[in-house]
Every structure is written in C-alpha cells, then in structure tokens.
Nanobody, 128 residues
Framework: QVQLVESGGGFVQAGGSLRLSCAAS????????MGWFRQAPGKEREFVAR????????RYADSVKGRFTISRDSSKNTMYLQMNSLNAEDTAVYSC?????????????????????WGQGTQVTVSS
C-alpha cells in the first residue's frame, strides 16, 4: 500500500503563488505515475497535472498550462505542484494520487478512476 500526505495549501491573493507537496511512503517502488487533482464546491474532481515517476513525462490540464509546474524529487519520494498566477477559479481542495499499474487507452493517466491511492487533500483558497 502507498500512503500519500499533502501539504502547502492555504490562502493567497489573485496573481500570487503557492507550492504544494505530496510525500509518499510505503510501496513506492510500485509507483508508475503520480498526479494532482482538484475539486471545487459543487463540481466534480478534475485532473490538474501528472508525471511519470521515473521518466519525468508530464501533462497538464488546459486550464493550468503555463501557470502550474509538476515535479518530483525521487530521493525524497515527494511530488510538488508549483502554482503561479493563481486566480479565484483555482480555489479547490487539491489531492495527490498514485497509479501503481500501467494503463492503456486515451486519457487513462488523467482519469480519476485510474489512480489507486489518494491523499487527504489540502485546501487552496485564492481571493479575487
């Protein structure tokens, strides 16, 4: 089993920046991909960004391209999400997730149902 713990959420003014962290422990050797998802009040959980753990390949949702950067520090088993130029629409609970199996099919690495383990989430609130 993989355990995930997010940190770094908080309050920030529009245009500001915030960096989220996700510390992984347990069976991390089985991790293939890790991703960030978010859920705003009244909306479904949506994909934000993902990264291949060993190869470093990344992909972003259109809504955050050019503003968010996903990265990882393998030696610390930690994933990060650097968020810049934040706006009110970025307000949500952000969760990190781990995918421990390969998946096939268009968009499978960006699908909520593909991920096996989830953190508790951290609140990000952006004032407009």
């Amino acid at each position: 089993q993989v355990q995930l713990v997010e940190s770094g959420g908080g309050f920030v003014q529009a245009g500001g920046s915030l960096r989220l962290s996700c510390a992984a422990s347990g069976r991390t050797f089985s991790t293939y991909n890790m991703g960030w998802f978010r859920q705003a009040p009244g909306k479904e959980r949506e994909f934000v960004a993902r990264i291949h753990w060993t190869g470093g390949t990344t992909r972003y949702a259109d809504s955050v391209k050019g503003r968010f950067t996903i990265s990882r520090d393998s030696s610390k088993n930690t994933m990060y999400l650097q968020m810049n130029s934040l706006n009110a629409e970025d307000t949500a609970v952000y969760s990190c997730a781990a995918l421990t199996n390969y998946c096939s099919g268009y968009g499978c690495y960006e699908a909520v149902g593909s991920y096996d383990y989830w953190g508790q989430g951290t609140q990000v609130t952006v004032s407009s």
